[in-house]
């Protein structure tokens, strides 16, 4: 069974960086993406993005465009999701999700168990 | 950017009842729309992809309908496990596949 696993929650000043992972098992990150959602306190699910996990290329929402930076590592099946200079409205739980393909249409079809990120000074 | 609306924002119901869930997107997406469940503390989990396949595992209780800009899902009876938030998405786009504001589903 699919299973996406991430690091744990992590307490960031304003400023600074932080990197999320994402360690998949039971498939190959090689035969599908991988997308990074955030959710603030009780607030809704925000798209930021997302890794090919064919060739590597990501494709960043225009608002985090040149603060976010997503990899992947296909010898551990790991995907890592990097966002700097962090802000308070950064202060949300981040879901790494796989993307898929099913019968022409995308889906994120597992999800990973999210990752709390609290930026606070 | 292609925005997605819900309505309603939240909903109160009874177990058994029939309820509909309307997502409308700013402009045409085909089928491109799937449906998602979040159960509080948990991640979300796909229903319905391409506006009207029910996802392995789902039960037949739910379903989707729609195409162009108007899309709906119908649970036709509500169990206790169903009260939750509903998210559409569209994945017409790339690199945004952004999803609708969500719908909180109550009981009554």
């Known amino acids: 069974q699919v299973q996406l696993v991430q690091s744990g929650a992590e307490v960031k000043k304003p400023g600074a960086s932080v990197k999320v992972s994402c360690k998949a098992s039971?498939?190959?990150?090689?035969?599908?993406?991988i997308s990074w959602v955030r959710q603030a306190p009780g607030q809704g699910l925000e798209w930021m993005g997302w890794?090919?996990?064919?060739?590597?290329?990501?494709n960043y929402v225009q608002k985090f465009q040149g603060r976010v930076t997503m990899t992947t590592d296909a010898s551990t099946s790991t995907a890592y999701m990097e966002l700097k200079s962090l802000r308070s409205d950064d202060t949300a739980v981040y879901y790494c999700?796989?993307?898929?393909?099913?019968?022409?249409?995308?889906?994120?079809?597992?999800w990973g168990q999210g990752t709390l990120v609290t930026v606070s000074s | 950017d292609i925005q997605m609306t819900q309505s309603p924002s939240s909903l109160s119901a009874s177990l058994g009842d029939r309820v509909t869930i309307t997502c409308r997107s700013s402009?045409?997406?085909?089928?491109?729309l799937n449906w998602y469940q979040q159960r509080p503390g948990k991640a979300p989990k796909l229903l319905i992809y391409?506006?009207?396949n029910l996802q392995s595992g789902v039960p037949s209780r739910f379903s989707g309908s729609g195409s162009g800009i108007e899309f709906t899902l119908t649970i036709s009876s509500l169990q206790p496990e169903d009260f939750a938030i509903y998210y559409c998405?569209?994945?017409?786009?790339?690199?945004?596949?952004?999803f609708g504001q969500g719908t909180k589903l109550e009981i009554k």
């Open positions: 890794i090919s996990g064919y060739n590597g290329n990501p």
């Open positions: 402009q045409s997406i085909a089928s491109y």
């Open positions: 998405q569209q994945s017409y786009r790339s690199p945004d596949y952004s």
């Open positions: 391409a506006a009207s």
């Open positions: 999700a796989r993307l898929t393909n099913i019968v022409g249409a995308t889906v994120v079809d597992n």
């Open positions: 039971d498939y190959t990150l090689i035969s599908s993406g």
